[in-house]
Antibody, heavy 122, light 110 residues
Framework: EVQLVESGGVVVQPGGSRRLSCAAS????????MHWVRQAPGKGLEWVSL????????HYADSVKGRFTISRDNSKNSLYLQMNSLRAEDTALYYC???????????????WGQGTLVTVSS | QSVLTQPPSASGTPGQRVSISCSGG????????VKWYQQLPGTAPKLLIY???QRPSGVPDRFSGSKSGTSASLAISGLQSEDEGDYYC???????????FGTGTKVTVL
């Protein structure tokens, strides 16, 4: 059974930093691209970032480019999101998402975690 | 501001057919395949349709997708109370070099 378990959500001050983690199990982690998708309270879904199966390709939404960094450790079946210079508008539930393919471009997101909440507030 | 536009709401009585549109452009829907995700209240999104009109195993055939040009649509036939929730279209955008989600449509069963 595929499981994606996010952690690291917290209340953080504007301008602060935080690293989110996602522990994956139930599938061959290094065969698949991974994504982070977020959802602000009461709002819609927003794609944040993708990383290819080997970490060689990464892409970011314009809203987080230059502030967030996605990474993965295939030896630990783990995905990460380093978030710097956090803003109030980054407040959201952050989902770890498995891609059906390896590159991250065209295949669907076939499994989602339950999310971890990041609140940016003073 | 999403580049994929959906109606904010749709509704129907049990058994009716409901259709949700997703309007995009040449760099997203026209160039790439469309996915649809269902988010039931209090839960994570779930894949409903991929490659414009394909259903993953376990998704009832009451759900169907289509695409034409820069638009796509999701139809729910034989609407059931458990279909109440939010529905999002999504695709890759060649200009933005990233994924884009639709604005989302809340489906209500009257």
């Amino acid at each position: 059974e595929v499981q994606l378990v996010e952690s690291g959500g917290v209340v953080v001050q504007p301008g602060g930093s935080r690293r989110l983690s996602c522990a994956a199990s139930g599938f061959t982690f290094d065969d698949h691209a991974m994504h982070w998708v977020r959802q602000a309270p009461g709002k819609g879904l927003e794609w944040v970032s993708l990383i290819s199966w080997d970490g060689g390709i990464t892409h970011y939404a314009d809203s987080v480019k230059g502030r967030f960094t996605i990474s993965r450790d295939n030896s630990k079946n783990s995905l990460y999101l380093q978030m710097n210079s956090l803003r109030a508008e980054d407040t959201a539930l952050y989902y770890c998402v498995k891609d059906q393919g390896s590159s991250g471009y065209f295949e669907p997101f076939d499994y989602w975690g339950q999310g971890t909440l990041v609140t940016v507030s003073s | 501001q999403s580049v994929l536009t959906q109606p904010p709401s749709a509704s129907g009585t049990p058994g009716q057919r409901v259709s949700i549109s997703c309007s995009g452009g040449s760099s997203n829907i026209e160039s790439n395949t469309v996915k649809w995700y269902q988010q039931l209240p209090g839960t994570a999104p779930k894949l409903l349709i991929y490659t414009n009109n394909q259903r993953p195993s376990g998704v009832p055939d009451r759900f169907s997708g289509s695409k034409s040009g820069t638009s796509a649509s999701l139809a729910i036939s034989g609407l059931q109370s458990e279909d109440e929730g939010d529905y999002y279209c999504a695709t890759w955008d060649d200009s933005l070099n990233g994924y884009v989600f639709g604005t989302g449509t809340k489906v209500t069963v009257l």
